[in-house]
């Protein structure tokens, strides 16, 4: 009786002791937040991003005093908008890997915003200040925010589904965002598109990946607002964002939860879809309900 209950137990429910995860944008913001949820217990963590001074010091200042003895927090730096990058990265990772459990993709952009209010004012006023958008800033954002997780995803292939043994297969989680799937603009047309995007691509991906000579599962996570580099002017030493709170920040942002999310809100999906090897396909809005408000 005693073992048939021990399963049930946190720890084995969320074990990832041993595990191999790449994140990418995992030096700051939520990539960091993801990064420590796995090295914390027990797993090897290669965080990727382009600056490498930035990555240096997440691993420093957080890799340093794991709470589990085999977690880890590898720094490499490439970037997920360059084909060659991306290839170099996933090479670098197999000469030490023979297999990855659980790839993040989660490097994204936000690109500009407009005030998209004008259209209270006129037609003229609208138009004018939607003009000054740029091709080139929306194609920088799909670029980082949709294809490079698909190449990223696609160099991790082989090494995502040398992962699979019994019940066990490697997994993709994709961040895209409530962004992607509220119907404001929340001022920034081509964030929201493109994470809208990247929901597409999950469930496109999800579909593809599950064949049998793959068995790669594939999920996503759509996160709410979260302190981070993008949703705060920067980060401090240790590469952690904070966002002020009164009172009145549930209300004002329509956030039932009354808070932006915090890291706990966010290691516990990411370990929810990386141990849940019966979750295939899934958008998981982590958001403090602020998709009820904002539909
Ligand atoms: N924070 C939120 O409220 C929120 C809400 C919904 C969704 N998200 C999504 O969460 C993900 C993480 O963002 P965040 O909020 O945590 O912001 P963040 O702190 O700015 O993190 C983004 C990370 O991506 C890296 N990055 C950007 N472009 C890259 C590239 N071309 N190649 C490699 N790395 C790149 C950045 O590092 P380098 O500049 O050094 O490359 C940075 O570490 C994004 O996809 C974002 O859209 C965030």
């Known amino acids: 009786m005693v073992e048939a209950n021990a399963k049930f137990s946190v720890k ?3 074990n990832v002791e041993g595990r191999v995860a790449v994140i990418t944008g995992g030096s700051t913001g939520i990539g960091l937040m993801i990064a420590q949820a796995f090295a914390n217990n027990g797993a090897r963590v290669y965080v990727t991003s382009r600056r490498a001074e930035t990555l240096e010091n997440a691993a420093k200042k957080w890799g340093s005093e794991l709470v589990h003895p085999q977690g880890k927090i590898i720094p490499v730096t490439a970037d997920i908008t360059d084909k060659a990058s991306i290839k170099t990265l996933a090479k670098e990772i197999a000469k030490q890997e023979k297999h990855i459990d659980v790839l993040v993709n989660n490097a994204g952009i936000d690109g500009d915003t407009s005030s998209v209010e ?3 004012e006129s037609v003229q006023a609208l138009q004018k200040e939607l003009w000054n958008e740029e091709f080139q800033m929306w194609q920088d954002v799909y670029k980082t925010n949709v294809i490079g997780y698909f190449f990223t995803t696609v160099a991790f292939l082989p090494l995502l589904s040398a992962a699979a043994r019994g019940n066990h297969t490697g997994s993709v989680i994709n961040i895209s965002s409530i962004s992607g799937i509220t119907r404001t603009t929340q001022h920034h047309y081509a964030y929201n598109t493109s994470k ?9 991906l999800a579909q593809e990946l599950r064949r049998p000579g793959v068995k790669v599962r594939v999920n996503s996570i759509a996160p709410g607002i979260f302190p981070s580099e993008m949703t705060t002017s920067g980060s401090d030493d240790k590469n952690k964002s904070a966002i002020p709170v009164d009172e009145s920040y549930g209300e004002k942002k329509g956030i039932p939860a009354g808070r932006p999310g915090r890291e706990e809100d966010m290691a516990q999906a990411a370990l929810l879809l990386a141990c849940n090897e019966y979750m295939y396909g899934q958008v998981v809005a ?10």
């Open 196 to 204: 809208a995007a990247t929901i597409q691509l999950n469930l496109l």
């Open 286 to 295: 982590v958001d403090g309900g602020y998709l009820l408000e904002h539909p």
């Open 118 to 120: 004008k259209g209270h």
């Open 12 to 14: 084995n429910l969320f």
